[in-house]
């Protein structure tokens, strides 16, 4: 069975246009947001490095309900949804500190006697 497909009306075809013009910014803000994602991980992996060579523990809880509510109130001067932006943030710092986890345990690995 073949479906038949009529080429675009005029209208249609100024609309894929118009698509193919959003679409390249959207590509665009895709790729800004994975280079500064990858920018706060660089930092966050120092600070994880910072905190397994002095034994500081990977979360601070205080420091980001702080976080949440300071982007929560630029999410809302924004008009971008708080719960969606408390998500994300949630979200990043969960895998960052799963990162801080990782580092101190390699942290301790080298430090620990070997026991031999
Ligand atoms: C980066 C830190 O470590 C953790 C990760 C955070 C983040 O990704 O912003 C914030 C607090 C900590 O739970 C930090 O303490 O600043």
């Known amino acids: 069975m073949t479906q ?6 005029k209208d249609q075809q100024e609309a894929l246009q118009k698509l193919g013009e959003i679409r390249g910014s959207i590509d ?11 920018e706060r991980f660089r930092h966050t992996q120092e ?7 002095h034994d500081l523990p990977p979360s601070d809880p205080e420091r980001e ?9 630029l ?6 949804d708080p719960e969606f932006a408390e998500k994300f943030l949630n979200f990043v710092i969960a895998e960052v500190i799963h990162h801080h986890r ?15």
Do not use: C, F, W, Y
Request: hydrophobic fraction near 40%; avoid cysteine; glycine fraction near 6%.
């Open 102 to 116: 990782r580092i101190a345990e390699g942290a301790a690995a080298t430090t620990e006697p070997s026991g031999e």
């Open 65 to 73: 309900k702080r976080q949440v509510a300071r982007l929560r109130e």
């Open 28 to 38: 665009n803000l895709d790729a800004a947001m994975i280079h500064i994602l990858a």
């Open 4 to 9: 038949q497909h009529a080429s675009p009306t």
């Open 47 to 53: 600070v994880g490095e910072l905190k397994a060579k």
């Open 75 to 80: 999410a809302h001067e924004s008009r971008l």
